[in-house]
Structures are given as structure tokens and as C-alpha cells.
């Protein structure tokens, strides 16, 4: 039995006006993340977690900024995307558990919706998927509302 695990971080800067995508879900707020995609940071650190523990480089090189069929794309395509080219090479996810750093919205009434959005984009049963939310009690950039961080462990195995 081959078991792995991943790690994945991702920033974006937050602005008036945009859109904030977490978790495959739109959050009703005054600022969102620019970002070529949709920018949803918890999605992209989810991606970066399952290919690093596949050994398959990061979100970047499968989906590049740089390329216009990626401009505005659903992060939810892109998890989707991940997690079928994890299970081509052989790989099952066991678990994922996430964080989302951020100072507002407040975003417990969300997490149930997240965490069922991403069990269906990646297949696996909603007790496998955990995200949790928290401040940084003002400080630094995601204090001043400036932006958004995410980070994601996950646990996969290769059959």
C-alpha cells in the first residue's frame, strides 16, 4: 500500500468589486480575490495539496496563468480536473483538511455548503472533507483585508 500526503498554500489579493469564491461557493461580500481564474484560494490549495502528494508537480504547471482557456475559469473545473488526473495515475483520495485564513465575511455558515461542494467535485464522501476558518486577529495583510490565504493537507493512496 502506497499512502502519501500533500501539502498546499495559496494567496490572492483581495478588491472591491470582485467576486469571493471559497470552497465552490460564491460568499456574498463587498471584496473579492483578483485572479486569472475564478480565484477561489481554497481550491487551488486543495489542487496543490493532491498533486504534490501524487508527485505531480502544482497547480500552476497543469493550469497556467498564462494561458487564455484558464482566464475566469471555475476552480470547481479545476479541482474536478485534479483529482480525475490523480486517479489516472492510480491514486484515491482518503482525506482532505483545509483552512481559510481571512478577517471578514465570517464564514461558518458556509463550511457544510464547501465541504459538500468539494466531496462532489472530488468524489469522496463528505466525512472525508474538513475545512476549517480563522482570523488573524488583524494582523498583517489578510488582517487589513488586503487578501486571503488557504492551506490544505490531504492524505491519498495509490492502489
Same mark, same amino acid.
Given at each position: #500500500? ?5 501539502? &498546499? ?29 475564478? &480565484? ?15 508527485? #505531480? ?9 498564462? @494561458? ?7 476552480? &470547481? ?19 482532505? @483538511? ?5 478577517e471578514e465575511p465570517k464564514l461558518s455558515k458556509y463550511i457544510d455548503k464547501m465541504c459538500e461542494a468539494i466531496s462532489q467535485k ?12 480563522? =482570523? =488573524?486577529?488583524? #494582523?498583517?495583510?489578510?488582517?487589513r483585508g488586503e487578501g486571503i490565504i488557504a492551506l490544505a493537507s490531504v ?5
Amino acid at each position: #500500500m502506497d499512502i502519501r500526503t500533500g501539502q &498546499g498554500i495559496d494567496f490572492h489579493r483581495l478588491a472591491a468589486g470582485e467576486k469571493l469564491w471559497l470552497g465552490g461557493i460564491n460568499i456574498p461580500h463587498d471584496k473579492g480575490c483578483i485572479a486569472h481564474s475564478d &480565484g477561489d484560494v481554497l481550491l487551488h490549495a486543495i489542487c496543490d495539496a493532491l498533486l504534490g502528494a501524487a508527485g #505531480m508537480r502544482d497547480i500552476g504547471y497543469h493550469f497556467p496563468d498564462n @494561458d487564455e482557456q484558464y482566464r475566469n475559469i471555475s476552480s &470547481g473545473l479545476l479541482l474536478e480536473r485534479t483529482s480525475g488526473v490523480i486517479g489516472e495515475k492510480g491514486f484515491s483520495i482518503i482525506n482532505i @483538511d483545509s483552512t481559510i485564513c481571512l478577517e471578514e465575511p465570517k464564514l461558518s455558515k458556509y463550511i457544510d455548503k464547501m465541504c459538500e461542494a468539494i466531496s462532489q467535485k472530488c468524489r469522496i464522501d463528505r466525512e472525508r472533507v474538513s475545512v476549517k476558518a480563522t =482570523t =488573524t486577529e488583524k #494582523m498583517g495583510f489578510t488582517g487589513r483585508g488586503e487578501g486571503i490565504i488557504a492551506l490544505a493537507s490531504v492524505l491519498i493512496e495509490k492502489k
